[in-house]
């Protein structure tokens, strides 16, 4: 039997208008890792790596210095994603080894996060490797207080740059730290200076890397850390009465962990999960677990952005000996009781809170 061929990561480099994007984006074509890199730009700039440009394949594709292809998409992804797949088979293209896509400034991840979800074309040749969202030190905090798609972009990354590091004292990035720790507590936090980040911290920084034998489970879904920033911050709805928290500048997102001890039948936990979908879905920023679901030996792995669930999958293997079902939720203005009523109702086990 033919092994089947191993799908392309897809990098989403997101980050608000003047984070420094695309200075991270210069130093990390220089690297090898990135070798056989297509960098997809959407149609709202001109491309901005000019220095590193080579000759113009055709007109929708240049060829980098680096070897890499740098391409503009002008109107739908998946339609761009489907021409460059098939052009690969071709062999009308070097070797395509990854995607990154720079979205613009003021662009929501998750339509992105869409095309990757739900068309099957795109969803069996291509894997979503992560979400890196680029901060900048000096504005980051005012960019959050003041603008939605900032608090988006940070919501539903995996990575968090915190860019411009040698312009912003240590008060102001302890500060944005730990403002991006309550929006996002599970993302790791790296600091850049003039762009200059490791390959190998941001590459590789989802669940699923077929290099590795066993799959990062800890390090993709940080219950831990999540579990610890809701307790220490526990949200308040809107209109009751709470205490003020200056480090939150978007009270209304939080994030929070549901675990559930018992295995579940998965009809039941899909149901409930389709519920919260259909009633909430426009409150569910980001939602990533795994399942034991009663009689199977390997845990499911479920990934949701707003109403979309990603097909899930079985890990190899358990990644600890506490074999539960562990589910991160990023939300905007939806309390965890709902959450947690909902999985009360359809699941048999009660969730417990998480500590």
Request: aromatic share 6%; glycine share 6%.
């Amino acid at each position: 039997m033919t092994a089947p061929v191993p799908r392309i990561p897809v990098s989403l480099l997101t980050g608000f208008l003047g984070a420094g994007k695309t200075t991270v984006l210069n130093h990390l074509l220089r690297q090898p890792e990135l070798a056989g890199t297509v960098v997809l730009m959407n149609e709202f700039g001109a491309v901005p790596i000019d220095h590193l440009l080579v000759e113009h394949i055709d007109e929708n594709l240049v060829l980098l210095e680096s070897g890499c292809l740098c391409c503009t998409v002008r109107g739908d992804l998946t339609r761009t994603l489907r021409a460059l797949f098939m052009r690969r088979l071709r062999r009308e293209l070097p070797a395509l080894e990854r995607i990154v896509i720079e979205t613009t400034g003021l662009a929501d991840p998750a339509p992105v996060l869409f095309t990757l979800m739900q068309d099957f074309f795109i969803a069996e040749r291509f894997r979503l490797d992560g979400v890196i969202t680029v901060v900048d030190a000096v504005f980051g905090i005012g960019q959050l207080a003041r603008q939605p798609e900032a608090v988006k972009q940070v919501a539903m990354a995996d990575r968090l740059l915190i860019t411009k590091c040698d312009q912003a004292d240590r008060p102001a990035l302890e500060s944005l730290a730990a403002c991006l720790s309550g929006l996002n507590p599970g993302a790791p936090q790296l600091r850049v200076e003039r762009g200059v980040v490791a390959p190998e911290a941001i590459l590789d920084c989802g669940l699923w890397n077929p290099a590795r034998k066993n799959a990062d489970v800890a390090r993709w879904l940080a219950d831990e850390a999540v579990a610890a920033q809701a307790a220490a911050h526990p949200y308040t709805p809107r209109g009751r009465a709470a205490a003020t928290d200056d480090s939150r500048h978007d009270a209304s997102v939080h994030a929070f962990v549901v675990r559930i001890d018992t295995p579940v039948a998965w009809g039941d936990f899909s149901t409930a999960l389709d519920m919260l979908q259909g009633l909430k879905g426009d409150q569910l920023l980001r939602v990533k677990g795994i399942v034991h679901v009663r009689g199977e030996a390997l845990p499911r792995v479920i990934q949701c952005v707003h109403h979309l669930r990603y097909p899930e999958a079985a890990l190899p293997a358990w990644p600890d000996e506490a074999r539960s079902t562990r589910l991160v939720f990023i939300v905007r203005d939806l309390p965890r009781e709902i959450v947690d009523q909902a999985f009360a109702c359809f699941c048999p086990a009660q969730p417990a809170c998480a500590a």
